[in-house]
């Protein structure tokens, strides 16, 4: 594995490979790998002969007040851990490197960035828009992987890459889970031993919300009530939403219909978690 620091460093080694025909799967992180991050590399490793994983933790997706400073950060275990799936080039920029100035251009998502963690953290998405076209324009042509857990994301990513024509394929892989059920995220390492018993209650909440669809309930309201009933056992957990909407536009107007997704998001103490699951829902009629 080649680790990679500069811009056009890794620029000229994913141009050389693809002059021989030799395409590229991408794995946008911010580190602190856990299983959910590693299968995405696996699925990169598998559709693609080179794969390449970035590490960087990007400030613009954080509002003052949020847990920049603190986000986990294991460099050398990183590191091990991509080495012994096979990736073949790690980019690990600095700040300075992606920023030497600051930003004066942001890519900036209506639509689907708008509502659910858009109105909560109004300044995440573009953010997350603005880096990820960053790091498409620097890695150039290929398949890139995000994870379906965060799939409010998946869209922002998935419109801004269309409405900009840039040449990638935004490729959604399951939620991967601890046996308990909690979504995988580097953020739990932030729950005390309580708030890690109660956490599961965020899966079981999109159980209950895919229990009332598959009893035939159509109303999102109805579909929300019983998740957030869920989440309201859990005394340590805050629900920030809970919501049962198209999964395209992320709304609901009227009846759910066709490709659904419950999404839920809630603090517990330090910790903000959110959960969806795609292979828990089917269209719905
Ligand atoms: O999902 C993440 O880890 C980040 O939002 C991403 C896509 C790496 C952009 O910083």
Not at 9 to 17: H, K, T
Not at 235 to 248: C, G, I, R
Request: charge should be negative; charged fraction near 20%.
């Amino acid at each position: 594995m080649e680790t990679i620091t500069t811009i056009p460093e890794l620029r000229s080694r994913l141009d050389a490979e693809r002059e021989t025909g030799r395409g590229v799967g991408f794995v946008p992180t911010m580190g602190y790998l856990h299983a959910g991050h590693l299968s995405l590399v696996e699925a990169a490793l598998a559709d693609n002969p080179v794969t390449v994983v970035s590490i960087f933790v990007n400030p613009l997706q954080f509002a003052e007040g949020e847990d920049l400073g603190a986000y986990p950060r294991d460099p050398a275990a990183d590191s091990a851990q991509c080495e012994a799936l096979g990736v073949d080039c790690l980019f690990v920029p600095s700040a300075q490197q992606m920023y030497p100035r600051p930003v004066a251009t942001r890519v900036e998502v209506s639509s689907v960035a708008a509502p659910l963690e858009g109105v909560l953290r109004p300044h995440h998405f573009a953010g997350v828009a603005t880096v990820v076209a960053k790091l498409f324009s620097i890695v150039g042509p290929c398949r890139a992987y995000f994870g379906d857990k965060d799939w409010q994301q998946v869209c922002v990513v998935r419109r801004m890459v269309s409405d900009l024509s840039i040449p990638v394929e935004v490729v959604a892989c399951p939620t991967v889970r601890e046996s308990d059920g909690l979504a995988m995220s580097s953020r739990n390492v932030y729950l005390s031993a309580e708030e890690r018993r109660q956490a599961p209650v965020l899966r079981a909440a999109l159980d209950a919300g895919l229990d009332a669809i598959s009893g035939g309930e159509r109303n999102p309201a109805v579909v929300e009530a019983a998740m957030r009933a869920v989440v309201g056992r859990a005394e340590l957990a805050s629900l920030d939403y809970a919501a049962a909407v198209q999964a395209d536009s992320l709304v609901s107007e009227g009846p759910l219909h066709g490709e659904v997704r419950l999404l839920v998001a809630a603090r517990f103490g330090r910790a903000r978690l959110i959960d969806n699951d795609g292979s828990l829902i089917r269209p719905v009629c």
